[in-house]
């Protein structure tokens, strides 16, 4: 391994007020090599310490650390390959790298050209959007040389002190708004942790900043999942509310999700052309329109009568009203876990386990990439065995 050092004006031919050449110098075989980086500095700013009062000290600052990167590679692959490190290869090679990055479109401009070409759902190309006018708000992440670990880690704590988005009504009642949450900035990191693999496989960059903060950023799953117990889902069977309103709609969406295990867009992608009869039940092997993750399904007898009702036909509503509309269900009839069309799903694989359903065979109902995944509803039965446990002990 060779090593590299910054030096000033090596032949001591700048003072005062004079300009003086920014060199690298590395040694080999016991001798010094300096490769010019064709930056210059005053010599009374370079000796009294005062460059970081420069104006435009940053942006050398920051070229020095590309050059100083990129002539380390050079000379280490010399090695490699058993060849000498000699001055002038170096220099070539370090100028035509040099070149291609100084002509090279900003990482922004890249990345705004890049977005509308993914292979990704239209929701989820606003959620690219959303994380590109973060990066521009940020204004340290436009360029590929910034795109640094040490940056990325900045980036994240700036996230974290983000105020989140109110509702103009929200606004006007003075509410005041909380900080972006925890997966709110996961899901920033996962998205431009995507970009950049992108930029890797189209070699725009050699290597993605995120490889080195592996586990820095977890996913946050959480260890258990919520749902509800078998007489809570019994409770939303027998809630009556008016035919043929909203609120039907919303309980007929829910236990959909408890009887057949699908998430949201699944369930508003539901077709029943895609399935097939066989001895008068519906089967059908299908993929998850978020992940692409193949399930497969088959409509139980609950899941059969709620859909006889819209004539196989699963009723419209989005997601926000849905879920809004289900927190109201669960107040109204008392249930202390909040509904949301997440707890519908995992009720559902809950439902299987406790019916005596292998967990490898409902990890494949619910279309889990990973059987961790699906081993998170196995822990809540385990709390169950906790609690009937506890509930024994307090009796004697």
């Known amino acids: 391994m060779v090593k590299t050092a910054i030096v000033f004006d090596h032949r001591g031919r700048a003072h005062g007020d004079q300009e003086g050449p920014l060199e690298i110098r590395y040694t080999y075989n016991r001798k010094a090599y300096y490769v010019a980086t064709g930056l210059r500095v005053r010599a009374e700013a370079?000796?009294?310490?005062?460059?970081?009062?420069?104006?435009?000290?940053?942006?050398?600052?920051?070229?020095?650390?590309?050059?100083?990167?990129?002539?380390?590679?050079?000379?280490?692959?010399?090695?490699?390959?058993?060849?000498?490190?000699?001055?002038?290869?170096?220099?070539?090679?370090?100028?035509?790298?040099?070149?291609?990055?100084?002509?090279?479109?900003p990482f922004m401009d890249w990345a705004i050209a890049q977005v509308p070409m993914l292979n990704v759902r239209e929701s989820t190309r606003v959620h690219y959007n959303t994380l590109l006018m973060r990066l521009r708000e940020y204004g340290r992440l436009l360029s590929w040389q910034d795109m640094t670990s040490e940056n990325i880690?900045?980036?994240?704590?700036?996230?974290?002190?983000?105020?989140?988005?109110?509702?103009?009504?929200?606004?006007?009642?003075?509410?005041?708004?909380?900080?972006?949450?925890?997966?709110?900035?996961?899901?920033?990191?996962?998205?431009?942790?995507?970009?950049?693999?992108?930029?890797?496989?189209?070699?725009?960059?050699?290597?993605?900043?995120?490889?080195?903060?592996?586990?820095?950023?977890?996913?946050?799953?959480?260890?258990?999942?919520?749902?509800?117990?078998?007489?809570?889902?019994?409770?939303?069977?027998?809630?009556c509310p008016t035919e043929g309103?909203?609120?039907?709609?919303?309980?007929?969406?829910?236990?959909?999700?408890?009887?057949?295990?699908?998430?949201?867009?699944?369930?508003?992608?539901?077709?029943?052309g895609n399935y097939r009869q066989e001895r008068g039940v519906w089967r059908s092997i299908g993929h998850r329109v978020k992940t692409g993750q193949a399930y497969v399904s088959q409509l139980l007898p609950e899941a059969v009568d709620i859909l006889s009702k819209y004539g196989m036909r699963v009723p419209y509503l989005s997601n926000a009203k849905y879920n809004q509309y289900l927190k109201y269900l669960g107040e109204t009839l008392g249930i202390r876990q909040r509904l949301t069309s997440h707890v519908g799903r995992h009720t559902f694989a809950t439902m299987m386990l406790r019916r005596g359903v292998r967990i490898e065979h409902v990890q494949k109902m619910v279309g889990h990439a990973s059987i961790v995944q699906t081993q998170r509803y196995a822990k809540v039965l385990a709390q169950d065995v906790y609690d009937d446990f506890e509930r024994i002990s307090k009796k004697k």
């Open 153 to 239: 880690m900045q980036w994240d704590a700036w996230l974290h002190q983000l105020p989140a988005r109110l509702k103009e009504s929200e606004v006007a009642k003075g509410r005041r708004a909380p900080r972006v949450s925890d997966a709110t900035v996961r899901n920033y990191h996962k998205l431009l942790k995507r970009l950049l693999r992108v930029a890797v496989n189209a070699g725009r960059i050699e290597a993605s900043p995120y490889d080195k903060l592996y586990g820095v950023f977890p996913r946050g799953d959480t260890p258990t999942v919520e749902c509800l117990q078998p007489d809570e889902l019994r409770r939303i069977e027998e809630a």
């Open 245 to 272: 309103s909203r609120m039907e709609h919303v309980r007929d969406l829910f236990l959909l999700q408890a009887y057949t295990g699908m998430a949201y867009a699944d369930l508003m992608a539901f077709d029943i």
């Open 46 to 105: 370079w000796f009294s310490g005062k460059t970081a009062d420069m104006e435009c000290w940053p942006e050398i600052e920051a070229r020095l650390g590309i050059i100083r990167t990129k002539l380390e590679r050079e000379i280490n692959r010399c090695l490699e390959r058993g060849e000498a490190p000699e001055p002038k290869k170096l220099r070539e090679r370090l100028s035509m790298a040099l070149e291609a990055i100084d002509s090279e479109e």
